[in-house]
């Protein structure tokens, strides 16, 4: 009878760590909305966030850039114009290489433009044509302390669990700058809960010397992805496995084009790195930019199921979700 309680306890308790275990944690294929539900909002607004979190992703991604007052900034690059209409409201300010730095601007400036829809400021298109359209409705630029407490807020109110995925952008760019990007990044992050590998916030970055320093002097205990896009970057899987949880590369790193009989070559690299207890989270699966696919779900079934890659980046999350839960 004693053995039996005790097994009933130890099974009980295996039972709730199960359900507490974060996704990333599982084997189940994770769904990153990129940039938040940009396929449809201007990227990385809050209007974008709150609609990705509707989707049910696991994670939405924060890409955070410092501004000249150190506040961290949620914005894809350094840069502010092709995202803002910074040229028409501080002509004054761009630099002699005639770009808008976010690291000029304190945070009130920032909050002082319209966020956009992405385009090239050359040629005054958007880059996605069908998507929402450029210089409509009103949009704004937000911190990651906003975001976080939109996110959080949303948990709370819907009894949901989404994980933030935070990417540290350009870091050696704000040491030139006199800042340290990560510290500051590591802080807002701590002061939200997010410490541990267990606190549903995944960090990236390009730059594989910072995330080193993230993980060995930084002292940080989250689950860290290194981003790729070369194939040189491979090489050194075994050298990320050391300081990393898992990789994040472009989608075309593993998915190499058709054989001669019209079947899609796969790399080797999932394997490799799986073999070395790496995820991998693969980047930027677009309903809207198939290349030779002849459809968004052929493409998710060769990079999920052929594949075996363990999440994926996307600006369409309601349909990865719809892929992943019908299959
Ligand atoms: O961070 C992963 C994914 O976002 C790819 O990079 O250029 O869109 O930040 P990027
Ligand atoms: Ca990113």
């Not at 880059?127 to 359209?133: G, S, W």
């Not at 002292?219 to 990320?240: C, G, H, P, R, W």
Request: hydrophobic share 40%.
């Amino acid at each position: 009878m004693k053995k039996l309680i005790v097994i009933l306890v130890l099974s009980i308790v295996s039972c709730t760590n199960n359900i507490s275990k974060k996704a990333v944690l599982t084997n189940k294929k994770i769904v990153i909305a990129h940039r938040g539900a940009s396929g449809y909002l201007p990227e990385h607004t809050m209007e974008a966030k709150a609609m990705a979190y509707a989707m049910n992703p696991d994670y939405i991604e924060q890409d955070i850039v410092l501004s000249k007052d150190n506040i961290p900034i949620v914005i894809h690059d350094i840069h502010l114009e092709s995202v803002t209409d910074v040229a028409t409201k501080f002509p004054n300010k761009k630099r002699v290489d005639g770009r808008y730095y976010v690291i000029d601007f304190t945070l009130d400036e920032l909050k002082q433009l319209n966020a956009l829809e992405r385009f090239n400021p050359k040629t005054n298109k958007a880059i996605y044509p069908n998507r929402f359209p450029l210089r409509k409705s009103i949009f704004k630029l937000h911190t990651l302390q906003q975001e976080i407490e939109l996110i959080q807020g949303l948990n709370k109110s819907t009894g949901k669990n989404i994980g933030i995925y935070p990417e540290i952008k350009e870091p050696s760019f704000h040491l030139k700058e006199g800042k340290d990007i990560s510290k500051i990044v590591l802080k807002v992050l701590k002061n939200y809960g997010y410490k541990t590998k267990n606190d549903n916030c995944i960090l990236q970055c390009f730059d594989g010397n910072e995330l080193k320093r993230i993980r060995n002097k930084l002292n940080s205990q989250l689950f860290l992805v290194q981003l790729m896009e070369f194939k040189k970057d491979e090489a050194k899987l075994e050298e990320i496995s050391k300081y990393a949880d898992g990789i994040g590369p472009w989608y075309k790193q593993i998915i190499k084009g058709k054989n001669k009989n019209g079947n899609w070559q796969i790399s080797n690299l999932v394997t490799k790195a799986h073999a070395l207890n790496l995820k991998v989270h693969a980047y930027t699966f677009r309903a809207d930019e198939l290349g030779d696919f002849k459809s968004f779900d052929e493409l998710l079934n060769t990079v999920l199921f052929k594949a075996n890659i363990d999440g994926v980046f996307t600006d369409f999350s309601d349909k990865v979700k719809a892929f992943v839960n019908k299959n």
